[in-house]
């Protein structure tokens, strides 16, 4: 529903068993202090600090719209969030976050369990984006497991703003900065509109998934 996705070949007791092995929020979270307190300048791991203020920045200001307040009243059967990310990824500092506090305030109607990508190349290798193993990736599933939404890497207007910045020499090795100044000055909006777009459809799609 978003970028181009590879044709998915997972089975619903495929999607089962990944999101039984994924971490709740606060594990998440504890390990991206584990590695951001590990300061070193090498490698992925460099970027852990950064993004671990820019996922305490956003839990600080970040507040659920009204609107979609509203659509979890309505809603009357559970989702599952299975979302595929690593603590190094910028995007998902940016996005992870903000689906936290969704599933927080959705009253027990939204299940968020994260994923660490490298650890189940399989997993997202059915949800590439075009060729790219891009994070993060929501896989939306209702009761049962299966797939009702597939969301990411980031909101299709700060996916064109990457791509044109990449194809221009002069912003090319850039376009990171200016990516998250965008983030920066939608203040989620884009990102919410999206998780919002995403729990209407699973609703629509799940109609006899009831709690």
């Given amino acids: 529903m978003n970028q181009v996705e590879s044709i998915h070949q997972l089975s ?8 039984e092995k994924g971490v709740d929020f606060e594990t998440y979270l504890a390990k991206m202090e584990e590695e951001a307190a590990l300061k070193t300048s090498e490698g992925l791991l460099a970027y852990v600090p950064m993004n671990l203020q820019r996922v305490s920045r956003i839990l600080k200001t970040y507040e659920v719209s009204p609107a979609l307040l509203e659509t979890f009243v309505q809603i009357q059967h559970k989702i599952n969030w299975l979302v595929i990310t690593e603590n190094w990824c910028g995007d998902a500092a940016q996005i992870v976050p903000v689906m936290h506090k969704i599933a927080l305030v959705s009253e027990g109607k939204i299940t968020l369990r994260l994923i ?24 939306q599933l209702d009761t049962h497991f299966n797939l009702t939404a597939i969301w990411g890497p980031r909101p299709n207007e700060a996916q064109q703003l990457v791509l044109d910045l990449k194809k221009n020499p002069a912003t090319a090795d850039k376009y990171s900065e200016e990516l998250h100044k965008w983030y920066a000055q939608n203040k989620q909006a ?3 509109r999206d998780l919002f777009k995403a729990i209407q459809k699973g609703s629509a799609l799940c109609a006899d998934c009831f709690i």
């Fill in 12 to 19: 619903k007791f495929d999607y089962k068993g990944y999101f």
């Fill in 116 to 139: 660490y990508r490298d650890e189940h190349l399989p997993l997202i290798d059915a949800h590439l984006t075009g060729t790219s193993r891009s994070i993060p990736k929501l896989i």
């Fill in 190 to 192: 884009f990102i919410e």
